[in-house]
């Protein structure tokens, strides 16, 4: 009776654009977060930025977007200001996040020309972090195909891992953050990049990356992992 009521108090084009789950969360509290999504053409297609730099381009598109969106959700707004609750605009993708609606409000958005839909807000839950080892170097339980191949854990059994040396790589650069890479890094006198004055190893191909892990990586990536690395 309580669903049928509620159907009965929205109109029937409003009906039509709010979904059965706003509906069900309307039975049971007062209000609702809701996500107001309109239609209509974006006029980034007849946007000529040929001739405009980089920066330029950007900032042509974030305004041809938010000024869309503007026009777009202005009588959403209204009746949001109206009804004095709380909302934002997502003008990326033509959405309006409206916190706390009410029967009516819901009704009266839903009735808007331009409103496709009337739906709740999604929340979802992160998973629990897991901890991992400190010491990156205790995880190497799977071994790579190419280091079983050069016979690579032979030479390990018999306690050559590559420590005291240090390798070389002179590639695109090595990224230090990778979680094969970081810790086994010399950083005195180790990194060298002679067009960016980079401060920090970085890669912004990928090349370097691979052959470096090949030498040195951790978990089982690199041929000698206790050894140093450099690169340039």
């Not at 309580?2 to 009965?8: D, E, K, Q, S």
């Not at 039975?27 to 309109?38: G, K, P, Q, R």
């Not at 808007?112 to 999604?122: D, I």
């Amino acid at each position: 009776m309580v669903r049928i009521a509620l159907f009965a108090a929205l109109s029937a084009s409003a009906a039509a654009t709010v979904s059965v789950r706003t509906l069900r969360e309307l039975e049971t509290s007062s209000t609702v977060d809701v996500l107001v999504h309109f239609d209509g053409e974006s006029g980034l297609s007849k946007l000529d930025t040929e001739s405009l730099s980089r920066e330029d381009r950007a900032q042509a598109v974030l305004s041809t977007l938010q000024a869309e969106s503007a026009i777009v959700t202005a009588d959403a707004v209204e009746l949001a200001k109206a009804a004095g609750v709380e909302y934002e605009a997502y003008w990326i993708a033509q959405y309006l996040h409206v916190k706390g609606a009410s029967k009516e409000l819901v009704n009266q958005l839903a009735a808007l020309r331009n409103v496709v839909s009337v739906a709740p807000v999604e929340v979802y839950k992160l998973p629990e972090l897991v901890e991992v080892p400190a010491d990156l170097s205790v995880q190497n339980s799977t071994v790579e195909w190419g280091i079983n191949i050069v016979d690579a854990p032979k030479a390990w059994a018999r306690g050559n891992k590559g420590k005291g040396s240090v390798v070389a790589t002179i590639d695109s650069g090595v990224r230090l953050t990778h979680e094969t890479l970081q810790a086994n890094f010399r950083s005195a006198n180790g990194w060298y990049e002679p067009s960016t004055k980079s401060k920090l190893p970085n890669d912004r191909h990928g090349h370097g990356t691979h052959v470096t892990g090949t030498i040195a990586g951790l978990n089982g990536i690199g041929v000698a992992p206790e050894a140093k690395w450099i690169a340039c």
